[in-house]
């Protein structure tokens, strides 16, 4: 119980202290025009308040990965809670908030387009192509997943369900932002964390045993901490989709002070999240063995959520906790389609004032992803798993690259990403849907290869002379 509070008071000291550090290296200036004002075109530029603009944005990050994720990453022991703790803190909200403020100076652009200013032109390209397979990766999966959970909670076919979400999506990825997204997403978000707070307020008030730190690897299989928690847990600590979301809401941020609460503070909030999770799953059965049992007996973390649900929130609460976990992957489905939509007319140049322009670029990306829901889902998500890390990585180079540029303390973007691509490079060298290489070698490879882009960034960075692009 000690180590769970303790994580929690971390946590939201962690954005008073160190998210404010992070602002003032960035240099954030309420007295900056944003895109929402120099831009304004009623359909994805649309200036919002923050609190709304904060709850969309963690509505939208907030998939199944904070609440699957710390479900599976709990299997580990309670050293889970460290990497949660720290990630969040030091990683994923620093990689938030540059991500969403880089867009910010950069007149809404995406994350290709950030990338590519900060990395050059190979990088830009790359990330074109490997952001675009990414999201439509993710809307893929959070078509599949919200459709299964529906299926057997009402017994309806699961491509009835799948009809109905790809239906939706499709409305959500055309319309302004305005429309759906900023009329629901704030109730859903507001939603979200009532749950989180009824789960983890249970954990404190019922007496439960939470299990303290150790730095034991509890896995019931034996997997190896290095490198699998730390993309096990994605979402819950750090997450390269949330790079191609923060844009979304940089286009709406009414002032750039609002971007630590926004961007750096909807991160926070998901670590809390992922935090409440990892403990209840770790604790209601008797230990990572007893997790491990009742996920292969009810049908995974799905279950897990169903069983955690009844237990501490009633029948009722549970009802509307699983329809809370089913709106989580919708949300971030449809922002998903909507981020590649944006990229893609950020690739070919189409207004997408234009209504038609809008269509032209979904209908064949949700043509794609149809195609992709009939797939193995269980394989989809695996290289999800890794090419999320790997995107959170490029985003943190490019990162520290503007803050290097810029004569700024780029080591608070430049340490995670050393820590990033180790994690991403082993990672794929030892996962059986990679190289399926095991041992050390992909710990040692992993490593080189991280201190040898530290060591490039430090020669090469800063090179060519970048303007600071206020709110351009």
């Known amino acids: 119980m000690v180590s769970f509070i303790t994580a929690l008071l971390v946590l939201i000291l962690g954005y008073w202290i160190y998210g404010?550090?992070?602002?003032?290296?960035?240099?954030?200036?309420?007295?900056?025009?944003t895109p929402a004002y120099l831009k304004e075109d009623a359909v994805d530029y649309v200036p919002l308040n923050w609190p709304r603009v904060f709850l969309i944005q963690l509505l939208n990050i907030a998939g199944l990965g904070p609440i699957f994720g710390a479900i599976a990453g709990a299997l580990f022991g309670p050293a889970a809670f460290l990497w949660i703790v720290l990630g969040s803190i030091f990683a994923g909200g620093v990689h938030d908030y540059l991500s969403g403020m880089l867009s910010v100076r950069n007149g809404g652009a995406s994350i290709s387009e950030i990338v590519g200013e900060y990395l050059g032109e190979g990088a830009r390209k790359f990330m074109r192509v490997f952001s675009i397979i990414l999201l439509v990766l993710v809307g893929t999966v959070f078509m599949t997943g919200p459709a299964g959970l529906l299926a057997n909670m009402t017994g309806f076919h699961l491509n009835f369900w799948l009809a109905i979400i790809i239906a939706y999506y499709f409305l959500a990825t055309v319309l302004p932002v305005d429309k759906i997204i900023a009329k629901f997403y704030p109730v859903l978000g507001g939603s979200l964390l009532i749950m989180a707070v009824g789960i983890g307020g249970g954990l404190i008030i019922g007496g439960y045993n939470i299990p303290e730190i150790t730095?034991?690897?509890?896995?019931?299989?034996?997997?190896?901490?290095?490198?699998?928690?730390?993309?096990?847990?994605?979402?819950?600590?750090?997450?390269g989709f949330h790079a191609t979301q923060s844009p979304l809401m940089a286009r709406c941020l009414q002032n750039e002070k609002h971007g630590r609460k926004t961007f750096y503070g909807a991160m926070i909030a998901e670590g809390v999240i992922a935090l409440i999770w990892a403990a209840a799953a770790m604790t209601l059965f008797g230990g990572t063995e007893g997790l491990a049992t009742a996920m292969a007996n009810n049908g995974g973390a799905a279950g897990i959520v169903k069983l955690v649900s009844d237990n501490m929130l009633g029948v009722f609460g549970g009802i509307l906790a699983m329809l809370g976990v089913i709106a989580l992957p919708v949300s971030s489905g449809d922002t998903a389609f909507r981020s590649a939509r944006l990229i893609l007319a950020d690739i070919f140049k189409l207004e997408?004032?234009?209504k038609a322009n809008r269509f032209k670029l979904a209908i064949p990306m949700f043509i794609i992803g149809i195609i992709l829901s009939q797939m193995d889902f269980s394989i989809i998500w695996r290289y999800f798993a890794w090419s999320n890390q790997t995107l959170a990585m490029i985003a943190l180079w490019a990162g520290a690259a503007y803050l290097k540029l810029n004569k700024r303390f780029h080591w608070i973007a430049s340490i995670p990403a050393t820590f990033m691509t180790a994690v991403s490079i082993s990672y794929i060298i030892?996962?059986?849907?990679?190289?399926?290489?095991?041992?050390?070698?992909?710990?040692?490879?992993?490593?080189?290869?991280?201190?040898?882009?530290?060591?490039?960034?430090?020669?090469?960075?800063?090179?060519?002379?970048?303007?600071?692009?206020?709110?351009?």
């Open 352 to 354: 997408q004032t234009n």
């Open 430 to 472: 030892i996962a059986p849907e990679g190289l399926g290489i095991q041992g050390p070698i992909s710990s040692i490879i992993g490593i080189l290869a991280a201190l040898t882009a530290l060591v490039t960034f430090l020669i090469k960075g800063g090179e060519k002379v970048q303007i600071d692009n206020k709110a351009a």
């Open 20 to 33: 404010k550090v992070v602002e003032r290296v960035f240099g954030a200036d309420a007295n900056h025009k």
């Open 215 to 239: 730095l034991s690897n509890l896995h019931p299989q034996g997997l190896p901490f290095w490198p699998l928690l730390f993309v096990t847990i994605a979402c819950g600590a750090i997450s």
